[in-house]
């Protein structure tokens, strides 16, 4: 997934829906070079979603971390939370040509898993892919995105 020199920090959280899948994926993350700020949660206990991405999304504000991951039930709702943030663009995505597309077109700064929808291998893909693909700076790409920050 990266180089053992990396030491970006990615944000992680979830609800208990996403919980398994966040430790894999962390767990994955860290195995890669990456360092992992998890924003929890930390059991299986029910918890709400918008608690967890609204989090994330503060991480990120505050510089903490330029990227992070967010896993809920379906990762609809914990994406549709993160987005409220006119500085986030959180992307759910289901398999590796999402998450490129994600990175190339939309510039995407969360990727967005369901706990419950996708498998930990296809996950772990996605999320390599995600991590290592570049936003297809300039141009109509960029003119979008940044329409994206500026809702008329
Ligand atoms: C929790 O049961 C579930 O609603 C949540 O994880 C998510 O799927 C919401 O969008």
């Known amino acids: ?37 998890d924003l929890g949660p930390d059991s299986l206990e029910s918890v709400d979603y918008p608690d967890f991405g609204y989090a994330l999304a503060g991480a990120i504000k505050e510089g903490k971390a330029k990227r992070g991951v967010l896993i809920c039930g379906s990762g609809i709702g914990i994406s549709i939370a993160a987005n409220r943030d006119s500085e986030i663009r959180a992307a759910l995505v289901h398999d590796a040509l999402g998450a490129r597309l994600a990175r190339q077109h939309n510039d995407a700064n969360v990727v967005c898993f369901g706990g419950r929808t996708i498998g930990p291998e296809v996950a772990r893909d996605c999320l390599k892919v995600f991590l290592e693909t570049d936003f297809e700076d300039g141009g109509r790409h960029s003119r979008r995105v940044d329409k994206l920050s500026d809702p008329q």
């Open 1 to 37: 997934m990266a180089s053992e020199e990396t030491s970006e920090t990615i944000a992680i959280a979830s609800d208990h829906g996403g919980f398994e899948l966040k430790n894999e994926l962390k767990q994955d993350l860290m195995e890669n070079g990456y360092t992992v700020l």
